[in-house]
């Protein structure tokens, strides 16, 4: 396990940010979305141009509070004390969307197998589930370039983007955004399981799709399964509560 720094945070609200964020990690950890010490989450913070991302080269399951890294928007470091690391293929995609939409709080990439392989899928994401069913037509797409660190990239995925909040990058994996953490948690969960889900149907034989009707009726009704605090809230705080019983140590 990592070191936690004891570097102090400058305010509660910063510290409470780093605490979510943390847990986060921690909970993508417990659910194997990790990727060694690959993939990024990113929060911004109450501090204008301040945003949080894990140290490069720590695991998601060793991340801490007081591990992230402050850095502004175009990925420097703020808190010279925190001996880690940047990725810049972290944050170059990241600080893009974090500067040019005020609604995207919370960024998640991460290269599971199923959501690469839907990205990597001549069709992507499919009707042929519950979950597919829940973002069908909320999702975008964009060609694969290479490795994220090229900022002239930046014009083509906000085109691509366009007023969605879940870009699938071809042959790569998913990039998606929140108005909170937790909202971006529980787009990211059920982007997962669509993607799951998808993957073991298409393995076994050919998929019975669901009617645009059908879909346009489900999302209507969707709403109608949430519970009071905000999107992604409950489930993201059930999830804490594993994280818990396993290591608190991502609270220091």
């Known amino acids: 396990m990592a070191t936690a720094l004891k570097t102090a945070p400058k305010t509660d609200a910063e510290w409470t940010a780093r605490q979510q964020l943390a847990a986060c990690y921690r909970v993508f950890a417990m659910l194997g979305w990790d990727e060694m010490i690959f993939n990024h989450i990113t929060v911004k913070l109450d501090e204008p141009g301040a945003f949080l991302i894990n140290p490069y080269g720590m695991h998601f399951s060793e991340v801490t509070a007081s591990s992230l890294v402050k ?87 906000l085109t691509s983007l366009g007023n969605k909040r879940i870009m699938m990058l071809r042959n790569h994996g998913p990039v998606v955004m929140g108005k909170t953490l937790p909202d971006a948690f529980i787009k990211y969960w059920v982007l997962q399981r669509a993607c799951e889900h998808q993957l073991a149907t298409l393995s076994m034989g050919k998929p019975i799709p669901v009617a645009a009707k059908v879909i346009a009726v489900h999302q209507r009704d969707i709403g109608q399964t949430s519970i009071p605090g905000g999107s992604g809230a409950a489930e993201f705080a059930a999830m804490v509560r594993k994280v818990d019983k396993i290591d608190p140590s991502w609270r220091d």
């Open 71 to 157: 850095v502004d928007i175009d990925g420097n470091k703020l808190d010279a004390d925190n001996p880690w690391h940047v990725n810049r293929a972290g944050f170059v995609q990241h600080s893009l969307f974090h500067r040019e939409l005020a609604d995207a709080h919370c960024i998640i990439h991460t290269h599971t197998t199923a959501t690469v392989a839907v990205c990597s899928l001549e069709g992507g994401l499919q009707p042929i589930n519950f979950y597919a069913c829940s973002v069908m037509g909320q999702l975008a797409y964009h060609d694969f370039e290479g490795v994220t660190v090229r900022d002239e990239e930046g014009p083509a995925l």
